[in-house]
């Protein structure tokens, strides 16, 4: 993907954590010049912020389900309020 024309702020989750998988492979490969690791390292720390603060998020959303002593749901907490 070009840097210039790709925000990442725009990304998806998906779209950040695909890009920044083919980062790591670049890297992993040796086979790119010092200053473009260095840009790859770059965006990539970028991307893996993106990613993390999306993932945060949605771990804040998620409810646990409270079920009573029979089994049965009772209703939600937020996740990770202690229950």
Excluded: H, W
């Excluded at 890009?19 to 890297?27: C, D, I």
């Excluded at 970028?46 to 646990?64: F, G």
Aim: glycine share 8%; hydrophobic share 35%; proline share 2%.
């Amino acid at each position: 993907m070009d840097d210039a024309k790709t925000d990442i702020a725009k990304m998806t989750f998906e779209q950040a954590l695909q890009e920044l998988e083919q980062v790591v492979r670049q890297l992993e490969g040796g086979e790119v010049a010092l200053d473009q690791s260095i840009d790859l390292y770059e965006r990539g720390e970028k991307l893996r912020a993106v990613c993390q603060k999306r993932l945060d998020a949605a771990q804040a959303r998620i409810e646990k389900i409270v079920a009573n002593p029979d089994g049965k749901a009772t209703g939600t907490v937020p996740f990770d309020e202690q229950g």
